[in-house]
């Protein structure tokens, strides 16, 4: 038998898949970039916009090398979402084709908190991002078997912890409880965890008690509760598309610190569902994978590893989620980071073990834009209800 040459891809691959190793050096250079900033020290003083550079060379590494090319139901969300900022920075009167004006607008006010610098300048911010990577150091420390490793990775959890302390965010604060209880119901059950979080109720007083006050008779509590109230009356006047991302500013004169209700009068009814459909889609590709530990592969190591990261993940999205909604921070890029994370879990189980038919179906996709309509209802009635208390 005469055997049969393999056809040669482009750029010489030997086969019709390929991994893009550059493309995924890029991006963790990138990443590094985003979240170390070395080019905004005043030591470096970097003049030419350096992430957005190498931004674009990793998109074309992946473009030219990743094969098969991997497409989900959120990459059509963000094309359609980049598409319609593309139309409102071209425009001369920065207007997109959903009649919304791109704005950008700080508050009057600057609190002395621990922050850092570029996306982290912030320390709601900050806090967030701090409170979804406790998560992944508790990931890192139960997978690993060496005993120093542990403690390392317990006092990196722990380091994050003082961090979200230092930052002083109230909303970070309820996440990083979110984040508690979501550990404790994974590891002792309903039942337990209740009893538990009921058992933590004095540490979090005392906690708290260095907090600034969050209460409904709090000055600054009923301010939020008023602007969550004004977005409603947002939605209301422009139903369909809103008044414009970063506009909400311009009708009321303090943000909404909640990132569903800058959402929704912002981006009105379309955006919101696209915005939270990305959401629970990324909820609904993570339980998929822990969901398959019910599976006779799960005894396999490196699936079984899968579903321990998508376990941890889920609960960084909790963490997002709880602190999203006491804090304006919708359209942060980390929260992206780990939407892609989640990507990336999915589509490696899904490649791995063919045969499960990991999948999101239309149905289900369908069910996941009801689900986003009925949190609209519901954040609509937790206003309503907040406020006649």
């Not at 006779?296 to 999203?324: M, N, W, Y």
């Amino acid at each position: 038998m005469v055997a049969v040459p393999q056809k040669k891809a482009s750029f010489g691959a030997s086969s019709s898949t390929s991994d893009a190793k550059f493309g995924f050096f890029l991006l963790c250079v990138y990443t590094a970039l985003v979240l170390i900033r070395p080019h905004e020290w005043p030591v470096l003083n970097v003049q030419f916009p350096l992430l957005r550079i190498v931004l674009i060379i990793t998109f074309f590494a992946y473009l030219v090398s990743l094969r098969p090319k991997a497409w989900n139901v959120q990459c059509t969300i963000f094309v359609i979402m980049s598409q319609h900022a593309y139309v409102q920075i071209s425009s001369p009167f920065g207007e997109g084709w959903a009649e919304t004006v791109i704005y950008r607008n700080d508050g009057p006010n600057q609190m002395a908190q621990a922050r850092y610098i570029g996306v982290f300048n912030d320390p709601n911010d900050m806090g967030m991002f701090l409170v979804m990577n406790i998560p992944i150091a508790i990931f890192f420390m139960v997978n690993t078997q060496r005993f120093l490793m542990k403690l390392m990775w317990l006092a990196v959890a722990g380091v994050l912890v003082m961090g979200i302390y230092w930052t002083g965010s109230r909303g970070s604060l309820v996440g990083v409880m979110a984040v508690l209880f979501s550990f404790f119901y994974l590891r002792f059950g309903r039942v337990k965890s209740l009893v538990l979080a009921s058992l933590s109720v004095p540490g979090v007083i005392i906690v708290m008690s260095s907090f600034r006050t969050i209460s409904k008779d709090d000055e600054s509590a009923m301010q939020r509760l008023t602007a969550w109230y004004e977005g409603i009356q947002m939605l209301f006047h422009r139903p369909l598309f809103g008044f414009g991302k970063e506009r909400f500013l311009e009708y009321h004169y303090k943000v909404a610190h909640n990132s569903f209700v800058t959402v929704m009068a912002e981006l009105g009814v379309v955006g919101y569902m696209l915005w939270m459909t990305f959401v629970l889609l990324c909820m609904i590709m993570l339980l998929k994978v822990i969901n398959l530990k019910k599976t006779e592969h799960a005894k396999d190591p490196k699936l079984s590893r899968e579903i321990s990261l998508a376990i941890f993940l889920q609960v960084s999205l909790i963490g997002f989620c709880s602190t999203a909604f006491f804090i304006s921070r919708s359209y942060v890029i980390f929260f992206y980071i780990f939407a892609a994370m989640t990507a990336a879990c999915f589509i490696r189980v899904s490649k791995q073990y063919p045969d499960l038919g990991l999948s999101i179906s239309n149905k289900e996709l369908a069910q996941t834009f009801v689900l986003s309509l009925m949190s609209l209802i519901g954040l609509y009635l937790i206003i309503i209800f907040l406020m006649r208390l």
